[in-house]
């Protein structure tokens, strides 16, 4: 088994109408909130700001699959924002499996008590959070990146 890659993160929660950024220390300890980005034409070009004022290791982009484990419509929308990511970002980028992140993100906002209107802007980012903590750890858990790699047109 091989260690956890030592190494800040970014976690990216691909939505219709914002994505959540989250990142974490180098040693993988805590995912903190980083920004919502409005999904308009700079997405991307502000998600590689955030690249590279972080330093980011990694890109983990969510992978919003159902609970099937089968793709949908937002599957598809997130294989495409992670590929426009991989061809750009000049890192890696890593699709990983989010399923629940948002349910978790709403439900641990409704227990700090923030209504679901005043926490719309914030639950990406809770969702990023959920995301990407949960990379982190299944990695320190297996020795294995969590997810797999999304590959960059240059290779």
Do not use: W, Y
């Not at 294989?79 to 499996?97: K, M, N, Q, S, T």
């Amino acid at each position: 088994m091989s260690e956890f890659r030592r190494g800040v993160r970014l976690g990216i929660d691909v939505g219709r109408a914002r994505v959540g950024v989250a990142r974490c220390d180098p040693d993988g300890m805590l995912a903190v909130p980083v920004e919502t980005v409005p999904r308009t034409e700079e997405a991307i070009a502000r998600i590689l700001e955030l690249a590279r004022e972080h330093e980011p290791m990694e890109l983990v982009v969510g992978l919003p699959l159902n609970l099937r484990g089968e793709d949908t419509a937002s599957t598809a929308d997130a294989r495409a924002f992670a590929g426009e990511l991989a061809a750009r970002a000049g890192r890696p980028v890593r699709l990983v499996d989010e399923r629940l992140s948002t349910v978790t993100a709403h439900a641990a906002l409704r227990q700090s008590g923030r209504s679901q209107k005043r926490s719309r802007s914030m639950v990406d980012q809770v969702a990023a959070v959920v995301l990407l903590q949960h990379a982190v750890d299944s990695e320190k858990r297996t020795g294995i990146p969590a997810g797999e790699p999304v590959p960059s047109i240059q290779e």
